[in-house]
């Protein structure tokens, strides 16, 4: 099983459709995103993953109540500030602040944790696996990622759009 891991995708739709047609193409069997979507016009492309997308808001997104409309349109869901979801027999975290994401993923309450807001590559294996997949918008560091992880060996796979 895969999971598929994005965030901070910042209004950028031909990078979304990247993201998405990867995640296809890979097989993922759940993807997150941790948050900063910002428009709602930035989810519709999520609605063509051949799985189950979960997220959280981030600081930038605008106009929540639509953007959840536009999630129960691709039946996908998106929570204010901590999603949680399972894959196989692993339970996983979704947020958008490393400062809630670093506690929790050492309390081992999580198998996986994932956040954004910093738009950096953060991979850290302790009690959980605390995984930042970059920037899906590529707008601030030149440089768009997302992040693949098998869920039996939670080994992370950063992948570049």
Known sequence: MKLGVMSDSHDNIPNVKRAVALFNEIDVDLVVHAGDFIAPFAIDPLGDLNCRVVGVFGNN???RI?????????NGEV????????LGEKNIA????P???IPISKSGDYDIVVYGHTHQVDIQKEKSL???????GGW??????VAVVD???LEATIHEL
């Open 61 to 63: 997104d605008g106009e």
């Open 66 to 74: 639509v953007v959840a409309k536009r999630f129960e349109a691709i």
């Open 79 to 86: 929570h204010p500030n901590l999603a949680s979801a399972s």
């Open 94 to 97: 979704v947020m958008h602040y």
């Open 99 to 101: 400062e809630f994401a």
């Open 130 to 136: 605390l995984l930042n997949p970059g920037e899906t």
């Open 140 to 145: 601030t560091t030149g440089k768009a990622t």
């Open 151 to 153: 869920i039996e060996t």
